[in-house]
């Protein structure tokens, strides 16, 4: 994976991504990059957690507002989608970058090798959780029939 940079959409697969995303019409491509194949307790391979930041860039983007660092043809994608309901995908993005930054992921191993960016990276990846958490969050469905409600 080539990488010129700590922000999400600065390397390849990245890149490949948002052009995948500029053809997509609904969020279906959201939802495939934020459930990668592997289960939750095995290893996330890097380029699935490059899927995971991406998608998640996006939901935190339409959810509220975009991040510095996305590129203008998703910027384009997210304005267009304005209306998406994106709230059930929110739970879902926070714990894929909750994982991105876990010890089992391949991504984060790739980073903490490069000392001197590292830091930055993993800043940038934590601001990404924090826009993500300031979201609202769908409600857990009642649990009681409406008419006991009142």
């Known amino acids: 994976m080539g990488m010129w940079g700590v922000q999400t959409f600065e390397n390849d697969d990245a890149s490949e991504w948002a052009m995948d995303l500029e053809v997509t019409k609904d969020a279906s491509l959201l939802k495939l990059s934020l459930n990668p194949g592997e289960s939750a307790g095995e290893v996330l391979e890097a380029a699935d957690g490059v899927l995971v930041l991406c998608a998640a860039e996006v939901v935190a983007g339409i959810a509220r507002s975009p991040r510095k660092g996305i590129p203008e ?76 409600l009142w």
């Not at 790739?110 to 826009?131: F, H, I, P, R």
Request: hydrophobic content about 45%; charged content about 20%; proline content about 5%.
């Open 73 to 148: 043809n998703v910027l384009a994608w997210i304005a267009a989608h304005r209306g998406l309901s994106v709230a059930a995908l929110v739970p879902i993005a926070i714990a894929g970058v909750e994982r991105v930054l876990s010890d089992k992921s391949k991504l984060n191993k790739m980073w903490a090798e490069d000392k001197a960016d590292y830091s930055m990276w993993k800043e940038d990846v934590c601001g990404l959780l924090t826009a993500l958490k300031g979201q609202p969050q769908q409600s857990s469905p009642i649990k009681q029939p409406w008419w006991k």
